[in-house]
T-cell receptor, first 111, second 115 residues
Framework: GENVEQHPSTLSVQEGDSAVIKCTYS??????FPWYKQELGKRPQLIID?????GEKKDQRIAVTLNKTAKHFSLHITETQPEDSAVYFC??????????FGKGTMLLVSP | EAQVTQNPRYLITVTGKKLTVTCSQN?????MSWYRQDPGLGLRQIYY???????DKGDVPEGYKVSRKEKRNFPLILESPSPNQTSLYFC??????????????FGPGTRLTVL
């Protein structure tokens, strides 16, 4: 089945810096790659997603890039703010549209 | 309001006592899924359902059962809970579009402790 690796497991940045989280996947048939943000004690919430027919997608301070050939995708957050502190999960849709998640990245943004 | 609901939100039980965690969505989604979340392991899929009466195992199905008799409901059943099933459980749902998976919406979570 699908396997998703996510790095780093923790990331500390200063407010205003950029943050990059990287994921790789194993199933070349995967075609949907969402990113979720989970604040402490809350449910995961979608922040951005990308499909395999697109190489990059941006939404204000957040962007996702996808390299299908290398089977990796990345989340970029610019001008980080303390409220960006959370756990971020990448995921990839395997066969039958199921989602496989990475193990998560804890992002800490210091004021 | 479009939402996924789960009940109960918190549950403490003892080994071997059957329990059911309910999940309901009001968005007419075809796809529903159960995940468990454990520290350092991320979200792991237990079971999923592509539509009514269609269910399949995820990555960690042992010790769990599900049913999908109605489109809106997808209960998770633990016939004989054990301490290793202590975890945070999330239900999720989504449309199944022409391109495959669509955005998955998560329920608020159920924190289960098995003593």
């Amino acid at each position: 089945g699908e396997n998703v690796e996510q790095h780093p497991s923790t990331l500390s940045v200063q407010e205003g810096d950029s943050a990059v989280i990287k994921c790789t996947y194993s199933d070349s048939a995967s075609n949907y790659f969402p990113w979720y943000k989970q604040e402490l004690g809350k449910r995961p919430q979608l922040i951005i997603d990308i499909r395999s027919n697109v190489g990059e997608k941006k939404d204000q301070r957040i962007a996702v890039t996808l390299n299908k050939t290398a089977k990796h995708f990345s989340l970029h957050i610019t001008e980080t703010q303390p409220e960006d502190s959370a756990v971020y999960f990448c995921a990839a849709s395997g066969r039958y549209s199921t989602l496989t998640f990475g193990k998560g990245t804890m992002l800490l943004v210091s004021p | 309001e479009a939402q996924v609901t789960q009940n109960p939100r918190y549950l403490i039980t003892v080994t071997g006592k059957k329990l059911t965690v309910t999940c309901s969505q009001n968005m007419n989604h075809e796809y529903m899924s159960w995940y468990r979340q454990d520290p350092g392991l991320g979200l792991r899929q237990i079971y999923y359902s592509m539509n009514v009466e269609v269910t399949d195992k995820g990555d960690v199905p042992e010790g769990y059962k599900v049913s999908r008799k109605e489109k809106r409901n997808f209960p998770l059943i633990l016939e004989s809970p054990s301490p290793n099933q202590t975890s945070l459980y999330f239900c999720a749902s989504s449309f199944q579009g022409a391109l495959g998976t669509d955005t998955q919406y998560f329920g608020p979570g159920t924190r289960l402790t098995v003593l």
